[in-house]
């Protein structure tokens, strides 16, 4: 199983950013895959999912209205668009596969939001 995450970068307050997780080994379909993100001294935080039930999604408080999470299972690939992006928003982001109770970690792509 191995998840790959890309499409971080240097983006300036207000702006946007759509982040990819290529999944392999792992159907995203059937599945539920998360989105987190952490900051250095902190605790890793769950930003998104999209649940395997009716694609389901969920959205932190602090993400919610201005992130989007959504699959193309074709391609296999879970994203996450971003909008209106704010200095807070700055972390590395991890996306992460549960299946048959055992979770499936990417190696994270940095988002870094200034001016």
């Known amino acids: 199983v191995q998840f790959v995450e890309s499409g971080g970068g240097l983006v300036q307050p207000g702006g946007s950013l759509r982040l990819s997780c290529a999944a392999s080994?792992?159907?995203?379909?059937?599945?539920?895959v998360s989105w987190y993100r952490q900051v250095p001294g902190k605790e890793r935080e769950l930003v998104a999912f999209?649940?395997?039930?009716?694609?389901?999604?969920y959205y932190g408080d602090s993400v919610k209205d201005r992130f989007t999470i959504s699959r193309d299972n074709a391609k296999n690939t879970v994203y996450l668009q971003m909008n209106s992006l704010k200095p807070e928003d700055t972390a590395v982001y991890y996306c992460k596969g549960n299946r048959w109770g055992v979770g499936y970690w990417g190696q994270g792509t940095m988002v870094t939001v200034s001016s």
């Open positions: 999209i649940s395997s039930v009716d694609g389901n999604t």
């Open positions: 080994g792992f159907t995203i379909s059937t599945n539920t």
